[in-house]
């Protein structure tokens, strides 16, 4: 099964700032049909979660474009490029190239410092 | 707008079973596969399973393959997850998610289902 690994585990950051959170694979996620099925989710406190980016770096409907996927192989980056209130909560990567079983990051907590 | 509303979730013994429900409404439900994904308390995201859009295929995660079984009514718009031989670790937040364009595009409220005698 492929292992996805993410850092840091939580994350406090000052409003108005930069964030980034790593994903890293056990094994490179690019499919054969040559795209890589790596999807990021955000999870607010009390809700379901909510998909924000998907294949890497294309962002979901609705999502404000602060947040940015990027990436390649192994090694994968979300990026929120200036912190407001609503993104406080916990951050996935997940990956649908290898599966059964898809699998999902053990998850960043991003909280306001 | 997609809709998916999960419900049967309760408290159960160990040992005993459970049906969850998951009615789609908002988009060509029979067109599309869909997940169960769980969520035990205060920990990450597990997916269960995974159903075609013809229910033709299942796919399961090895913690609940042989005990649980998805399926699918796509006159009904729904989802099902039929868990049998619960154990407290399956104490979770169950949720439906579909598998439009991508996987896991769209998620529902969950339902929660708690194994304790």
């Known amino acids: 099964d492929v292992v996805l690994n993410q850092s840091p585990l939580s994350l406090p950051v000052t409003l108005g700032q930069p964030a980034s959170i790593s994903c890293r694979s056990s094994q490179s996620l690019v499919y054969s049909d040559g795209n890589t099925y790596l999807n990021w989710f955000q999870q607010r406190p009390g809700q379901s979660p909510r998909r924000l980016i998907y294949?890497?770096?294309n962002r979901d409907s609705g999502v404000p474009d602060r947040f940015t996927g990027s990436g390649s192989g192994t090694v994968f980056t979300l990026k929120i490029s200036r912190v407001e209130a609503e993104d406080v909560g916990v951050y996935y990567c997940m990956q649908a190239t290898h599966w059964p079983p898809f699998t999902f990051g053990p998850g960043t907590k991003v909280d306001i410092k | 707008q997609v809709q998916l509303v999960e419900s049967g979730g309760g408290v159960v013994q160990p040992g005993g079973s459970l049906r969850l429900s998951c009615a789609a409404s908002?988009?060509?439900?029979?067109?599309?596969?869909m997940h169960w994904v769980r969520q035990a308390p205060g920990e990450g995201l597990e997916w269960v399973t995974f159903i075609r859009s013809d229910g033709s295929n299942t796919y399961y995660a090895d913690s609940v393959k042989g005990r649980f079984t998805i399926s699918r009514d796509n006159s009904k718009n729904t989802l099902y997850l039929q868990m049998n031989s619960l154990r407290a670790e399956d104490t979770a937040v169950y949720y439906c998610a579909s598998d439009m364009m991508t996987p896991f595009d769209y998620w529902g409220q969950g339902a929660l289902v708690t194994v304790s005698s």
């Open positions: 294949k890497v770096s």
């Open positions: 908002g988009f060509t439900f029979r067109n599309y596969g």
